[in-house]
């Protein structure tokens, strides 16, 4: 489980070796595994500064119609392939931020190329329903052979939503609704008359003051609702009206994790305490407690699974709804779910609604999505691959403990980060060689490669990190 640049037991800088050898080692890696692209470039390729000329012109004509002010690069999806996403100059970057975690087998998959020109996605695109009210009589089926078969276990029904937010929002609604059927006495019971009056006047008690407990840190979306429970970073809620929720601490873990087993475990056990607290005295009673598994947005931030086990504890404890923020974490970059419980199921209809209820064009897709993962097991190859790319990030750590603090996300896929003091020089500089990667928080650097990455991606990524250490 060596990286490319492994020498004995230590790394060699990148700078100290030539880049034929290095490259021809890479390229022998790689001839022993069987990529999953064919055709995939065999690694990056920069021939312009980034941005280049033809990107820069591109950017100044867009300026003109749409906001271009949190431009990262513009893209050249017809020539991105894989694993690397291309630009107008001709530059192609192995991508390991993958659109903020939001394309998960390649650019221009050939399956997803094929579901894309079926009958079925043409008269989804032409004929776009209205789910809630006119559902296509194949809804069923697309449901079953695509998004549930993803389910966590137990979970046997879904309410499709337009985005992480909506689905945030969906949840946040169903958790109000779900606490005020219990204090009713139960889902027979009908609303008052002064339930009915006062809720169009946006008064309880049909617009109760309840709240959803949500974490220090966190992002759950830029809806009223979600981001009243986002707390990753100000820009994102100034001069918005917020709801009057509560929010907790979530753990600031010490690292390595066994090096700070009782430091860390008190950190929890005060952050539990916190949770408990705030559920028994927060003047708007929590309906809810919100959390992720691993705050992405807000700096890549984990917890053990007895803080997550604590969580739901003292949720069932105080008689209290317990939702899970998969968004980021769900299913296969984590190598699978953190949780899964029956959802709720609202007593009348219309209560959760909206003219859309989702989209069956990116439900087909989800459905090829699922069948890619199966078909190459990617889960398993997520799994395989992240532990090789924590193995080689131990050891630049070791070699470069200036650069790296932190590190986090052993046994835990490809979802892996760590902070860095230059963490926007280093993203900068990194596109200088190759490779595009992202951050969070403060000083995060966050990967998000695809579920198509393999060794031989680690491989030059870790070269990279370590050439684009030595630019700093």
Known sequence: MASVLRCGS?????????AARALSTTARRAANEKPFFPNEPAAPTVSTPIPGPKNKAAAAELDEVFDVRSLNMLADYHKSIGNYIADLDGNQLLDVYAQIASIP????????RQVSQSEEMITSLINRPALGNFPS?????????GILR????????????????DANETAYKAAFMYYR?????GPEVDFTAEEIESSMNNQGPGSPQLSILSFKSAFHGRLFGSLSTTRSKPIHKMDIPAFDWPQATFPMLKYPLEEHVQENAAEEKRCLEEVERLIKEYHNPVAAVMVEPIQSEGGDNHASPAFFQGLRDITKRNKVLFIVDEVQTGKAQTAGYYF?????RPNKPYRQFNTWMGDPSRALIFRGIIEEIERHDLVENTRITGDYLYAGLERLAKQYPEH???LRGKNQGTFIAWDTPKRDQFLAKAKTVGVNIGGSGAQAVRLRPMLIFQKHHADILLESIEKTINLL
């Open 181 to 185: 059927q219990l204090q009713r006495g």
């Open 340 to 344: 899964g419980n029956p959802a709720l």
């Open 105 to 112: 087998v390649g650019y221009n998959n050939p399956h997803l």
């Open 404 to 406: 790296f603090q932190n």
């Open 150 to 165: 993803a389910a966590p276990k137990g979970l046997n029904q879904v309410f499709t939503a337009m985005a992480g937010s």
């Open 10 to 18: 230590k790394l060699r800088t990148a700078a100290h070796m030539p």
């Open 137 to 145: 009589s194949d809804w069923s089926h697309i449901l079953r052979t």
